[in-house]
């Protein structure tokens, strides 16, 4: 694996480091007359409409025309989404897939017609039309959390036991095992020594997964792991919620059926508007944050590349201004190794929101307390 060393900005806080290329790399040229299909899951989730946004600015900025769709977590929804822009002819597809297992018979026919498919954020199964992915190195997203919940309890010294419990992504979307088994691999030690206890018993990720990552499934699933297994006064100590839509479940589950004396070590992901207010306010203590403008510029290269005619290798790492690596050998999409363009996650807590700030990619309400999105990047 080779990692690109150049970064226009690296600050590390709290043992994590945030990368923030500055994604405005402006090469208008005669891209004019190529279109770009970008299909992202749902507009419901600040992320996804941050990743629609930077991506549309970047191919469009470009010279590019742009059909971006959101389809709601309908995966039928977004098979017609996608079948219409192949249909219109679109020189490249861009794709968050709804649910990863149910795009193959779409793509095959963007196969047919010669235009290439690149995986964004979700690999997608069972196909040979895809030709490149670039994410986030998912299992190190897990592994983050874990790690954050390790120290936080000092699970490597003292001899107290805590409580634990699960809440998992969807199982249609291949990132969320990912993320599960990164938090469990970290945390399974400490689960075997009985330093972690799970009272639900619920320790596998079936049984804990969330469809769509809905958060009013997280927050019913909560509800009833609390009802069933707290109710007595036994305390919990973590929730490790797999991202921040489900995190907010949980919390919200906590405000109402929790009679513990304490509260919670929750965690998350992707920084999410009002998770970041929930840390400030206590009710979620961390998040890992994935800088999405980021991921879109490192998209965009890649897809520059194919357009173009080139094929894109590891050596495309060494030219990003971003630390992204270069892996064929992790995800397997069930037919083959997709080639993956993998970028950093990083640790968010209170104490260092002001990282998000200095990205460019958030900016405190007037009263300096809150994160809000920039209107401006
Ligand atoms: C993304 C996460 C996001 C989740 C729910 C995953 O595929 O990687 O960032 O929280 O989907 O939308």
Redesign the pocket.
């Known amino acids: 694996m080779k990692r690109a060393i150049a970064m226009l900005m690296a600050v590390t806080l709290a043992g994590s480091v945030v990368s923030c290329g500055n994604g405005k790399k402006n090469d208008k040229n005669a891209n004019s007359g190529k279109s770009v299909g970008i299909a992202m ?2 507009s419901t ?1 600040d ?2 409409n941050s990743d629609g946004k930077f991506l549309q600015y970047r191919f469009e900025s470009a010279g590019f025309d742009v059909d971006l769709i959101y389809s709601e977590n309908d995966a039928t929804r977004q098979n017609n989404d996608i079948l219409a822009m192949i249909n219109k002819g679109v020189d490249l597809l861009l794709i ?1 897939a709804v649910d990863g297992t149910k795009l193959s018979g779409t793509l095959e026919t963007a196969k047919e017609k010669g235009i290439p498919v690149v995986a964004y ?2 690999l997608i199964m069972d196909t040979h039309a895809l030709t490149y992915y670039v ?2 190195d ?1 299992r190190a ?1 897990g592994r983050l959390q874990g790690e954050f919940v390790r120290d936080q309890l000092a699970l490597d010294s003292g001899s107290d036991s805590y409580n634990i419990e699960f809440v998992a ?2 199982p249609a ?4 095992k990912y ?1 599960y088994d990164g938090a469990y691999d970290v945390l399974e030690p400490y689960i075997e020594s009985g330093r972690l206890v799970i009272p639900s018993g619920k320790d596998s990720f079936d049984q804990v997964a969330t469809p769509e ?1 809905s958060m009013d499934k997280a927050k019913a699933n909560m509800k009833d792991t609390l009802a069933k297994y707290y109710s007595n006064g036994t305390q919990l100590d973590v929730v490790l919620c ?5 995190a907010l479940g949980a919390a919200q589950a906590l405000n109402i059926v929790y009679n513990g004396k304490n509260y919670p070590i929750i965690t998350g ?2 920084g ?1 508007v009002a998770n970041l207010k929930n840390i400030v306010d206590g009710k979620q203590a961390m998040t890992v944050y ?1 800088n ?1 403008r980021d991921e879109a510029s490192v998209t965009y290269e890649v897809c520059k590349m194919i357009l173009d005619g080139e094929i894109p290798t590891s050596k495309l790492v060494e030219k990003l201004p971003i630390d992204v690596s270069f892996d064929s050998e992790s995800y397997n999409n069930g037919v083959k190794y997709v080639q993956s363009y993998l970028l950093l996650p990083s640790v968010i807590t209170k104490d260092n929101m002001q990282l998000l700030v200095d990205c460019g990619l958030y900016e405190w309400d007037s009263a300096h307390k809150y994160l809000e999105l920039t209107k401006t990047s």
């Open positions: 899951p749902t989730l992320r996804w968050a954020d979700r994410s986030f998912n997203v992504g969807d979307d291949n990132n969320a993320f990552w797999a991202n921040d839509s489900t992901q992707d999410d994935k999405v």
